[in-house]
């Protein structure tokens, strides 16, 4: 990549359970997420729902931390859930699963609630969508959630969402929801090795002025 180096600093880490220190507990562990004392802190008062949900939720909280570090205003996480769940964000299936995040309806009702224009990129490099990152624009990008090991081989590519917010000519820097410390906020990692996770698809998420 020859774009100069570009990184948004300040960008508010959220992680899709209640708080960062648990992450380890939920996901190595398979602790119950309602262990958390701050399980509440994203708007659910159903422990079930809250369990079905939060590990779902990568992309929504990836939505929330560009929405608070653009001080563009929004309801509680579960309130958004709500909402996307109107829009055809997600949808429920009849064996219970859930399909989504769907980028098309995310777009759509992101650009119509807050005003923010996405542009779905079905098809595109990791460098190509790191060089779309500019002083208005982030990006969330689709990998595996084994990236919250990049040391280790892994196994799939896709499934999880992350959120760029910075990139040099070597790599990027990003914000994992799911990660576990030290690759959890503000990460940063080579494009080679963010390459082996990523599935080839993402979306960039653009405040208007």
């Known amino acids: 990549m020859n774009e100069p180096a570009l990184r948004h600093t300040g960008v508010p880490y959220y992680t899709q359970w209640g708080s960062p220190d648990w992450v380890s507990h939920i996901v190595e562990q398979r602790g119950d997420p309602c262990d958390d004392p701050d399980w509440q802190r994203s708007g659910f008062a159903d422990p079930e729902r809250y369990r079905f949900w939060a590990g779902r939720l990568c992309g929504l909280t990836c939505l929330e931390s560009a929405l608070d570090y653009w001080s563009i205003g929004h309801a509680s996480r579960a309130a958004l859930l709500d909402e996307a769940l109107q829009h055809g964000v997600y949808r429920m299936r009849a064996d219970g699963g859930v399909d989504g995040l769907i980028y098309q309806p995310f777009a759509d009702w992101a650009c119509g609630a807050f005003g923010v224009g996405v542009e779905v990129l079905p098809q595109v490099s990791l460098e190509e969508i ?77 405040r208007f002025r």
């Open 130 to 206: 790191a060089a779309r990152l500019n002083a208005d624009t982030l990006a969330i990008v689709s990998v595996s959630p084994e990236i919250r090991y990049p040391d280790r081989p892994n196994q799939r590519q896709g499934g999880h969402l992350i959120l760029l917010h910075g990139r040099d000519r070597d790599g990027v820097w990003f914000h994992n929801p799911s990660g576990i410390a030290p690759h959890q906020a503000d990460v940063y990692l080579p494009f080679a090795t963010v390459d082996r996770f990523y599935a080839g698809r993402g979306m960039t998420l653009t």
